[in-house]
Antibody, heavy 120, light 111 residues
Framework: QVQLQESGPGLVKPSETLSLACTISGGSFGSYYWTWIRQSPGQGLEWIGY?????????SQNPSLKSRVTISLDTSRNQFSLRLTSVTAADTGVYFC????????????WGQGALVTVSS | QSVLTQPPSVSGAPGQRVTISCTGGSSNIGAGYDVHWYQQLPGTAPKLLIF???NRPSGVPDRFSGSNSGTSASLVITGLQAEDEADYYCASYDNTLTASVFGGGTKLTVL
């Protein structure tokens, strides 16, 4: 059974960088889109982006966030990570990591979520 | 404003049937991209409920079913149970945004 677990600071100051890691257990990277999704307080879900372990690691980001988002893989730790730069209060929310099907684009396994608050 | 439009809330009594709609456009559902549905119980992560329009993952009761037509999709829940009270999200891909997109979510209340 695949399990995903987010980790990282729960509080980030405005203008700084949000960094989260997602540790994969019970499975390998395989041919999946390793994805980040967030949920602002009381709001819906927003796709942030993914990394696909193929060759150098193809990535795709939500155009609304693209200039601020970096997603990377650390195969030695069985982790993938999110960096979101220049954060503001609007970036406060719960950040989920998820496994995405590369062909049909659905997310079948999710982490429990990590609450990140942007505040000074 | 979400790319996929869902009603903010629906409700039904135990045992009843409810339908949650998901309306998109020509760059997502209407372009033939598959629709998936997620259930989010309070305080938990979303869970895959329906994938590729009509398929249920192992363990999801057959009370849940999905369909789509044109630029819209629907989730139908029959035989409502108290445990079905949750937020439901549809999702697809949008080729104009080149991004996965979600509906705004529908809160199901079991009366």
């Amino acid at each position: 059974q695949v399990q995903l677990q987010e980790s990282g600071p729960g509080l980030v100051k405005p203008s700084e960088t949000l960094s989260l890691a997602c540790t994969i257990s019970g499975g390998s990277f395989g041919s999946y889109y390793w994805t980040w999704i967030r949920q602002s307080p009381g709001q819906g879900l927003e796709w942030i982006g993914y990394i696909f372990r193929s060759g150098p690691g193809k990535t795709s980001q939500n155009p609304s966030l693209k200039s601020r988002v970096t997603i990377s893989l650390d195969t030695s730790r069985n982790q993938f990570s999110l960096r979101l730069t220049s954060v503001t209060a609007a970036d406060t929310g719960v950040y989920f990591c998820a496994r995405g099907d590369w062909n049909y684009n659905y997310f079948d396994y999710w982490g429990q979520g990590a609450l990140v608050t942007v505040s000074s | 404003q979400s790319v996929l439009t869902q009603p903010p809330s629906v409700s039904g009594a135990p045992g009843q049937r409810v339908t949650i709609s998901c309306t998109g456009g020509s760059s997502n559902i209407g372009a033939g991209y598959d629709v998936h549905w997620y259930q989010q119980l309070p305080g938990t992560a979303p869970k895959l409920l329906i994938f590729i329009n009509v398929n249920r993952p192992s363990g999801v009761p057959d009370r849940f079913s999905g369909s789509n037509s044109g630029t819209s999709a629907s989730l139908v829940i029959t035989g409502l149970q108290a445990e079905d009270e949750a937020d439901y999200y549809c999702a697809s891909y949008d080729n104009t945004l080149t991004a996965s997109v979600f509906g705004g979510g529908t809160k199901l209340t079991v009366l």
